[in-house]
Every structure is written in C-alpha cells, then in structure tokens.
C-alpha cells in the first residue's frame, strides 16, 4: 500500500517570503499522480497542484511551484510571495493511475503566515 | 455551479442513534467518495463510488454504509453512532479516469460529534 508523509507538523513563514513544504512518498508504480491540497480555516479542500508521474517538468501554478524529485519519491511544494491567506493545513496526497482514482493523504502541515 | 454540497454542517448524535450524511454534486461526475478527517489527521477514505449502482469499501468503511442511485447523490449512513466516529466527513467526486481536470472536489464537510 502507498503511503505519504509529511514530518513537519507546523512552518511559519514572513509574509512576502518564499517557503518550502516537504512530502515524501512510498510506492512501488511507476505512473500515479501527486497533488498538494489546501485546507483553511473553513474546512474547504483546495487543489493547490498537481503533478504526474511521468511528467518531468515541475508543475507550477503562479505563486506555488513543486520540486518532483522521483527517484528520491519526494514532492515538496514551494509558495513564492507568501501572503496572508495563504495560512492553512496543507496536505500532500498521492493517488495511483487509473481504477479508482483513490487519494492517500498525508496527515497534514500547518502554515503560518505573519504579517 | 455548486460544486459538491453537504448537509448537514454540524450535528451531535447520542451513542447509538443513526444519520445519513448527505452528499450531492452537479458536475456529472461519475466518481464518489467519502473521508472522515479526524483530529490532527490527513483524511482516510471511507467508501468511494465509480458510478450509479456501484460502490466499494475504503480504507475505514466499519460503521458505515452507502448507496447510489443516481449520478448526482451519494449518502453516507451511520446505524449506530459510536465516539469512535466523532470525525469532520468529507465528500468529494472527480471527473471519469482520463478527463484533463482529472481531480478531487470537496464538499464543505460536516462536523459530527457522537456523545
């Protein structure tokens, strides 16, 4: 079975800085996709980005931008410019090519963001 | 668009009583699920759908069933509220296998207390 990890629990990071979320990953598919969800203080999961496997190219969505490292099975995900409502749990997720198209999630990392 | 919607948004059940969980999306997405996201926790998949008359057991599907009968609905029911089951559930759907968006989208959730 897959399973993610994300070993920081909580970051914090100036507003206008960059920051750095790490995820790691244990498969043994060669084709599966990545994502990196946001969670706010309403609950709401937002899709941040998404990566395929097969993709080497880095998926970047403006301000956030991931370094896919397959090799290593590590997905951290970097926001650019940090501004305040970008303080949220953020979870990192994994999902296998076709079927069910199931996520496993990491248990998730805490972004503080100060003024 | 509504996207996924959820009701209830919060509810308290005494140990034994049952509810349904009530999910629906206007996407026509043929794809399903439920997690329960529990303290401190990334989210763990409940029961998952691939389309009308079909659904599967996820990784914590004990103490709950599903139903789906149409392409819109997907219900969550619990028979008998159990503590273990104080959790925020989250219902998401996502498009069929191969279509570019190809992603989760989450309802609300709803936050479920059992005393």
């Known amino acids: 079975a897959q399973t993610v990890t994300q070993s920081q629990p909580e970051m914090s990071v100036q507003e206008a800085e960059t920051v750095t979320l790490s995820c790691t990953y244990d498969t043994s598919e060669s084709d599966y996709y990545l994502f990196w969800y946001k969670q706010p203080p309403s609950r709401q999961m937002i899709l941040v980005i998404r990566q395929e496997a097969y993709k080497q190219q880095n998926a970047t969505e403006n301000r956030f931008s991931v370094n896919f490292q397959k090799a290593a099975k590590s997905f951290s995900l970097k926001i650019s410019d940090s501004q305040l409502g970008d303080a949220a749990m953020y979870f990192c997720?994994?999902?296998?090519?076709?079927?069910?198209?199931?996520?496993?999630f990491g248990k998730g990392m805490k972004l503080t963001v100060n003024p | 668009n509504a996207g996924v919607t959820q009701t209830p948004k919060f509810r308290i059940l005494k140990i034994g009583q049952s509810m349904t969980l009530q999910c629906t999306q206007d996407m026509n997405h043929n794809y399903m699920y439920w997690y329960r996201q529990d303290p401190g926790m990334g989210l763990k998949l409940i029961y998952y759908?691939?389309?009308?008359?079909?659904?599967d057991k996820g990784e914590v599907p004990n103490g709950y069933n599903v139903s789906r009968s149409t392409t819109e609905d997907f219900p969550l029911r619990l028979e008998l509220a159990a503590p273990s089951q104080t959790s925020v559930y989250f219902c998401?759907?996502?498009?069929?296998?191969?279509?570019?968006?190809?992603?989760?989208?989450f309802g609300p959730g709803t936050r479920l207390t059992v005393l």
């Open positions: 759908s691939v389309g009308a008359g079909i659904t």
């Open positions: 998401a759907s996502s498009p069929t296998v191969g279509d570019p968006t190809d992603t989760q989208y």
């Open positions: 997720a994994y999902r296998s090519q076709g079927g069910s198209e199931k996520l496993v």
